[in-house]
T-cell receptor, first 115, second 113 residues
């Protein structure tokens, strides 16, 4: 079954304590991305990756890092989380090629609370 | 900024067709119209996409006007489980930043018994 898997689903942490949210896809997709969703602000893109070792900033990259060492994994790293990073996070993947099957698949989300 | 305009909310009676409009007057010739929905706080789910011809799949139909400046997503027989926020997005159908999904506010569809 085609899947994008995020872990953890829920996380409460303290300010300044480094954390990583993992994202893995089993569809051999080249393109992966991270979004955050906040009330009234909608879904905003944090980072995206066109392929292994190729990453780029989205609309709200401040305070986040990503890496793409393997095609299937795209972890989101918060080196020093702050309360304003409390949000619902989604990972997504899709093919980067033209043609059919270009829809994006999303993970089930990670609800992060930073206190 | 999102390149689409959608009504903030709509209601639909269960079993009736839900018609969700979207304006995209600045759409480029190589951009497709994509529809996604988000049920409560789940991950967005792909529904359908099209370039200029009308499209239909097991979930919905997509009607695109001849000038491509607007489109309508049709859920033929809405159920309570179709209550969600529906997003209309225009993008190219391949990789690159032009292919990023940029979400607007969407339309909150409420299906009522």
């Amino acid at each position: 079954e085609a899947q994008v898997t995020q872990n953890p689903r829920y996380l409460i942490t303290v300010t300044g304590k480094k954390l990583t949210v993992t994202c893995s896809q089993n569809m051999n997709h080249e393109y992966m991305s991270w979004y955050r969703q906040d009330p009234g602000l909608g879904l905003r893109q944090i980072y995206y990756s066109m392929n292994v070792e190729v990453t780029d900033k989205g609309d709200v990259p401040e305070g986040y890092k990503v890496s793409r060492k393997e095609k299937r994994n795209f972890p989101l790293i918060l080196e020093s989380p702050s309360p304003n990073q409390t949000s619902l996070y989604f990972c997504a993947s899709r093919t980067a090629h033209r043609g059919l099957g270009t829809e994006a698949f999303f993970g089930q989300g990670t609800r992060l609370t930073v206190v | 900024d999102a390149k689409t305009t959608q009504p903030t909310s709509m209601d639909c009676a269960e079993g009736r067709a839900a018609n969700l409009p979207c304006n995209h007057s600045t759409i480029s010739g190589n951009e497709y119209v994509y529809w996604y929905r988000q049920i409560h706080s789940q991950g967005p789910q792909y529904i359908i996409h099209g370039l200029k011809n009308n499209e239909t799949n097991e979930m919905a139909s997509l009607i695109i006007t001849e000038d491509r400046k607007s489109s309508t997503l049709i859920l033929p027989h809405a159920t309570l489980r179709d209550t969600a926020v529906y997003y209309c997005i225009v993008r190219v159908n391949y990789g690159g930043s032009q292919g990023n999904l940029i979400f607007g506010k969407g339309t909150k569809l409420s299906v009522k018994p």
